[in-house]
């Protein structure tokens, strides 16, 4: 069966750096678009970014763009967040997802990470 | 881009219809037909329970349906159970190429 488990969340102090990965397990991996959503404590969903099948497209939300990046190993089976300059903002439940095609229709979600940006 | 406008919350008695509505615009609902809804209950990662504006993937009851008019698409439960209380996201492809979410709707079963 499909899974997606992240790690890599934490408590970091504002400006400073995480790295999330998810494993992915119960299907080709790179046969598919994979995302990260986030969701802030009590707020709703937003699409960080979202990344190609080989890699080669990647996507992100104005917020974050210029201090994430996405990437992908499918030898390893993997998908990444690289979070730099990291602001209070940020504080959410990060979430990997498995998208249905190109367009985003997320059918698998992991059961997400807690990213704390505090001093 | 703005989000997705949803009712805050709706509220139906077991065996009822509800109807949830999801307003964007023509750059994101209206011109592109890859509307989804999640379901999400507390605590729990979302489950997709409608995709491409009407429908189901593998598993989710036919007592959710999905609809679109204009820029405005909607979410109908019948047959209200108790584990229909969650809240429901609608999203769309956008113009930009990527997905915005609508601010989310709590479903009260009472």
């Known amino acids: 069966q499909v899974q997606l488990v992240e790690s890599g969340g934490g408590l970091v102090k504002p400006g400073g750096s995480l790295r999330l990965s998810c494993a992915a397990s119960?299907?080709?991996?790179?046969?598919?678009?994979m995302s990260w959503m986030r969701q802030a404590p009590g707020k709703g969903l937003e699409c960080v970014s979202y990344i190609s099948s080989s890699g080669s497209y990647t996507n992100y939300a104005d917020s974050v763009k210029g201090r994430f990046t996405i990437s992908r190993d499918n030898a390893k089976n993997s998908l990444y967040l690289q979070m730099n300059s990291l602001r209070a903002e940020d504080t959410a439940v990060y979430y990997c997802a498995r998208s249905l095609g190109s367009y985003l229709r997320l059918n698998y979600w992991g059961q997400g990470t807690l990213v704390t940006v505090s001093s | 881009q703005s989000a997705l406008t949803q009712p805050a919350s709706v509220s139906g008695s077991p065996g009822q219809s509800i109807t949830i509505s999801c307003t964007g615009t023509s750059s994101d609902v209206g011109g592109y037909n890859y509307v989804s809804w999640y379901q999400q209950h507390p605590g729990e990662a979302p489950k997709l329970v409608i995709y491409d504006v009407s429908n189901r993937p593998s598993g989710v009851s036919n007592r959710f349906s999905g609809s679109k008019s204009g820029n405005t698409a909607s979410l109908t439960i019948s047959g209200l159970q108790a584990e229909d209380e969650a809240d429901y996201y609608c999203?769309?492809?956008?113009?930009?190429?990527?997905?915005?979410f609508g601010g989310g709707t709590k479903l009260t079963v009472l």
């Open positions: 119960g299907f080709t991996f790179s046969d598919y678009y």
């Open positions: 999203s769309s492809h956008t113009s930009s190429n990527s997905v915005i």
